[in-house]
């Protein structure tokens, strides 16, 4: 019985949870493999549906910010405890400022760690967690990155020479034609400022079609509260009747296949879900191409447009195009499906399987 040790800070609503969890239940339909999900962060909360499998682990203490450096310590102590005492064969580590933690807490252990990035490729984690990742990720045994420039980059710094090129699993949306398609462009993310909401709001309030509703769907984060500030904008520039704050949603799929297109204006991603999502349900995209991500997925022109990033001009243009032309719109969607195949959920778990399990 190989046994697979997945760390991550939770299961709370997110893209890299989302990924986690699909890895995860993947991973328990072979029968030969045993997996324990640790998980490290402060709430260790677990939203998404696990297999029965999944033997969970969690510290049975509560992280007090208060006591950040105290609780830090305690959770590096319960991590290699844990890992010591599940003794597994490999371990995936998800997230830049995790990677770090757990890289730390098995320093010199026995186990090989695999480590993948979530975020912007390169992102500054700040002088500590530079100076960590420049120290710890190359005694991981291999690093997964997200995109090909993710790679270029970690070659670049030479945070680790094992590494392999992975994308995210997109789950399948399928629609069984009982929810009706309406006039709603849909954006979907966290309510922080790279997702630029504030932009997409205003180039729909120009646009100025009244049978269009935009619709975003998104809890705030990092404490910003930015929903307060799109509120007030929406209604400063009188859009409220036709601009929604949906706010943070478990069942997201039935915004997917209500909604006829997908708008997305963030300008820091390493891979979006969400655009694969969008597509898999059958929506044309108009994304900014920002560093990493949407170029992956959408083909310009074919199942969506990639607009230069902060080309408002370009980025109205395009999302009144779709919205106007509705033999432009199926076509598009004809592409969509086919055109993301490969992030096939089976066929991404089965190459991070293989890959962590390429020394055993």
């Known amino acids: 019985m190989k046994k697979v040790c997945l760390i991550i800070h939770s299961l709370c609503i997110g893209g890299m949870e989302r990924v ?11 029968e030969d493999t045993e997996v324990h999900l640790v998980l490290i962060g402060r709430k260790r909360e677990i939203v998404y549906e696990i297999s029965d499998r999944i033997i969970v682990h969690k510290p049975c203490f509560e992280f007090n910010n208060a006591w950040r450096t105290i609780n830090t310590f305690r959770t590096i102590f319960f991590l290699r405890s844990k890992v010591i005492e599940i003794s597994p064969d490999t371990v995936l580590s998800f997230g830049e400022e995790w990677n ?4 730390l807490s098995l320093f010199r252990t026995e186990y090989s760690v695999f480590i993948a990035d979530r975020s912007q490729p390169g992102k500054d984690l700040g002088r500590l967690n530079n100076y960590l990742r420049r120290k710890l990720y190359p005694t991981a045994v291999g690093y997964i990155a997200q995109t090909k420039r ?3 980059i970690c070659l670049k710094n030479e945070w680790n020479n094992n590494v392999q090129v992975i994308g995210n699993p997109i789950r399948e949306i399928k629609s069984n034609g009982q929810i009706e398609k309406k006039n709603i462009i849909l954006s979907v993310g966290r309510l922080i400022k790279t997702k630029n909401f504030d932009q997409l709001i205003c180039m729909f309030s120009e646009i100025n079609n009244g049978d269009w509703k935009l619709i975003i769907v998104g809890g705030d984060a990092k404490k910003m509260k930015l929903s307060v500030d799109l509120q007030r904008l929406i209604n400063e520039i009188g859009v409220e009747h036709s601009v929604i704050l949906a706010g943070e949603q478990e069942n997201i799929d039935r915004y997917y296949k209500k909604s006829k297109i997908f708008a997305f204006t963030s300008s ?14 059958g929506l044309p995209v108009v994304s900014y191409d920002c560093t990493a991500g949407p170029s992956e997925m959408i083909e310009d022109g074919k199942n969506g447009f990639l607009i230069p990033e902060f080309n408002q001009t370009k980025f109205k243009k395009k999302l009144s195009q779709l919205m106007l032309d509705r033999k432009l719109r199926k076509n598009m969607s004809k592409g969509t499906k086919s055109s993301i195949y490969r992030f096939n959920t089976n066929i ?8 962590i399990n390429e020394d055993g």
């Open 20 to 30: 986690m969890t699909l890895i995860a239940n993947n991973f328990t339909e072979r």
């Open 100 to 103: 770090n933690l757990v890289l």
């Open 150 to 152: 993710a790679k270029n």
């Open 268 to 281: 820091s991603e390493g891979f979006p879900n969400v655009i694969g999502e969008a597509l898999s349900a």
């Open 348 to 355: 991404i778990a089965n190459k991070f399987y293989s890959f």
